[in-house]
Nanobody, 122 residues
Framework: QVQLVESGGGLVQAGGSLRLSCAAF????????IGWFRQAEGKEREGVSC???????FYTDSVKGRFTVSSDNAKNTVYLQMNSLKPEDTGVYYC????????????????WGQGTQVTVSS
């Protein structure tokens, strides 16, 4: 069964770090881009970052210089390293698989994980 599984969320103080993982099952990351989106309570889902199958990376402006997305194809896993976290980074973080990267539009994503909660306290 095709599946994406996120992990690594938690509660952290402002300025701290977390690393999220997105493990893919029953399909290869060689053929898909992986995007990270987040959704704060009462708000729309927002694109955070994306990595193509070729390793190109994209970030929304609010996380540039703080977040880094990477891929370990041997483990079929994508990571989102989040540093200098701010309270406004709080939300449920989802990874999704698509043929093309986008942090603007999540409608093109074929598969989604269940999400992992990130809470940043001030």
């Amino acid at each position: 069964q095709v599946q994406l599984v996120e992990s690594g969320g938690g509660l952290v103080q402002a300025g701290g770090s977390l690393r999220l993982s997105c493990a893919a099952f029953e399909f290869s990351l060689d053929a898909y881009a992986i995007g990270w989106f987040r959704q704060a309570e009462g708000k729309e889902r927002e694109g955070v970052s994306c990595i193509t199958s070729g390793g190109s990376t994209f970030y929304t402006d609010s996380v540039k210089g703080r977040f880094t997305v990477s891929s370990d194809n041997a483990k079929n896993t994508v990571y989102l390293q989040m540093n200098s976290l701010k309270p406004e980074d709080t939300g449920v973080y989802y990874c999704g698989a698509a043929l093309f990267c986008s942090t603007k539009d999540y409608s093109g994503y074929d598969y989604w994980g269940q999400g992992t909660q990130v809470t940043v306290s001030s």
